[in-house]
């Protein structure tokens, strides 16, 4: 069943029929042929870049590919499924149109991950907000590796290996929960804001997804350059459907993110859908009390204390998202790694460690 659906080409995944049925203005065509074909207009191997995606589930797991094809290819689909069920006011995405069967097994799969995303015991698909500087030497990797952060980095017991093949193939697409929003905060020229990274994925999501493209690093870095200054935060995805692994940066708004959102429903930095990078604001004497700081906070983790007239951060809330840092306009607000609520997912140090040295 699974080698049927996963290892076996559809006759329609070829990229010529993909560009002719899905583009009429042929914008799109020209978008896709430039990246990925730069040469000669060629075919790509469908049923190679398919078990490519099989053969990254262990053996044990080899079910899960199915639910990784469903996701990478209709992921759309699987976000509309998702946020409805919590409570989003979404939009089906008439752009992404699935017959009747795999609908109903993009909402099995939708189904199984709600069940599964209220503890971090069994949560599969969680993520664990990254600063500026972190998410740039996760882009920035060359050498295939694997590594497995500690649950002080990324504290869910499933998916949160690191396991890095060809780093530096790098797609970027259309943002899953801003795509399906009945309104999104930016329009859908601007939403290519999710950073996939590593094979197989970026090589299945760029030949079967076409709202995906391959970027090189030096234009992920300035992707992920102006999604910061956008006041957007960076969140390091782990997912099972998509290898088991660390699968992207998703560059996430706190209106239409389904994860920024959810933090709500717990109301802490110790949640089962996203960690904290690890740092907190240190707010210094220079701080008058402006408030500009807790403007930002989409977490309420900042405020300003009428006695002294200096912000003050609850450490209980703080995901170490930066934002408050950036707007600051005295520079008073400097980030501090705080133990006590995780370590940061900081890959040059997790490699180091890795290796014995400090
Ligand atoms: S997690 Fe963030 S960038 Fe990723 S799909 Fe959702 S809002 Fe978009
Ligand atoms: S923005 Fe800066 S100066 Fe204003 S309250 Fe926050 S820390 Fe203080
Ligand atoms: S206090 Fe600052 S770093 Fe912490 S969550 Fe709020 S904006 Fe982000």
């Known amino acids: 069943m699974i080698a049927a659906v996963v290892g076996t080409a559809h006759p329609t995944d070829t990229l010529d029929s993909r560009l002719c049925g899905n583009d009429r203005s042929g914008v799109r065509l020209r978008q896709i042929g430039e990246v990925v074909m730069p040469e000669e207009p060629r075919k790509l191997d469908i049923a190679k870049i398919n078990k490519g995606l099989l053969d990254a589930f262990p053996l044990d797991y080899k079910s899960d590919a199915l639910a990784g094809y469903l996701y990478l290819k209709y992921i759309y689909q699987f976000g509309y499924r998702l946020l409805k069920m919590m409570g989003r006011d979404v939009k089906e995405p008439d752009y992404q149109p699935v017959d009747e069967g795999t609908a109903e097994m993009v909402q099995l799969f939708a189904d199984q991950v709600c069940a599964r995303s209220l503890s971090k015991d069994t949560s599969i698909m969680h993520s664990k907000i990254v600063r500026p500087e972190d998410a740039i030497k996760l882009v920035r990797q060359t ?201 940061p997912l900081d890959i040059e140090a997790l490699k180091r460690q890795q290796l014995g040295r400090k």
Request: proline residues 7%.
């Open 143 to 343: 050498e295939n590796m694997h590594l497995v952060p500690s649950e002080r980095v990324i504290p869910f017991k499933l998916t949160r290996e690191i396991l890095f093949e060809s780093p530096q193939e790098i797609a970027i697409g259309r943002c899953m929960c801003r795509g399906v929003a009945a309104n999104p905060c930016v329009p859908p020229s601007e939403q290519d804001l999710c950073m996939w990274i590593g094979e197989p994925n970026v090589s299945f999501l760029v030949s079967q997804n076409p709202y995906f493209r391959k970027v090189t690093p030096m234009e992920a870095i300035k992707i992920l350059e102006d999604a910061h200054k956008a006041g957007f935060i960076h969140c390091a995805y782990f997912e099972k459907p998509a290898s088991d692994r660390f699968n992207c940066i998703c560059n996430c708004c706190t209106c239409c993110c389904m994860s920024t959102t959810n933090w709500h429903l717990f109301g802490s930095n110790d949640n089962p859908f996203l960690a904290p990078s690890g740092y907190v604001p240190d707010v210094s004497e220079a701080c008058n009390g402006c408030g500009d700081c807790a403007k930002v906070c989409f977490f309420n983790a900042i405020s300003v204390d009428e006695k002294t007239k200096k912000a003050v951060v609850d450490l209980g809330k703080c995901m170490g998202c930066t934002l408050c840092e950036d707007k600051c306009p005295l520079q008073a607000i400097k980030m501090r790694l705080e133990p006590s609520i995780g370590e």
